[in-house]
Nanobody, 120 residues
Framework: QVQLLESGGGLVQTGGSRRISCVAV????????MAWYRQAPGKQRELVAS???????NYAASVKGRFTISRDNAKNTLYLQMNSLQPEDTADYYC??????????????WGQGTQVTVSS
């Protein structure tokens, strides 16, 4: 089985920065398209940023210019560098991936989430 494990969440002050990570673990895990989503209390989960295997990125308008998504394919790890954080960025952040493992294709695999709280 393949799992996505997020880390790096925590409390940060307005205007601060934080980097969160998501590592794919499991036998033969190889991730293709990956993305970060977030869900604030009482709101629907929304796409924050995505990245293809080749490195093409896409961002939500609300984070463009402040957040940077990147990946290290050798480490099976996805990153989200968040700068100029605002209270409205407070949410649980989730990693999503499609890929492959020794057990076969992996579709719409979600991590358990990491909480980011931005204090005003």
């Amino acid at each position: 089985q393949v799992q996505l494990l997020e880390s790096g969440g925590g409390l940060v002050q307005t205007g601060g920065s934080r980097r969160i990570s998501c590592v794919a673990v499991g036998s033969g895990a190889r991730m293709y398209d990956m993305a970060w989503y977030r869900q604030a209390p009482g709101k629907q989960r929304e796409l924050v940023a995505s990245i293809t295997t080749g490195g093409t990125t896409n961002y939500a308008a609300s984070v463009k210019g402040r957040f940077t998504i990147s990946r290290d394919n050798a480490k099976n790890t996805l990153y989200l560098q968040m700068n100029s954080l605002q209270p409205e960025d407070t949410a649980d952040y989730y990693c999503l991936a499609d890929g492959y493992s020794d057990y076969g294709p992996v579709h719409d695999l979600w991590g358990q989430g990491t909480q980011v709280t931005v204090s005003s």
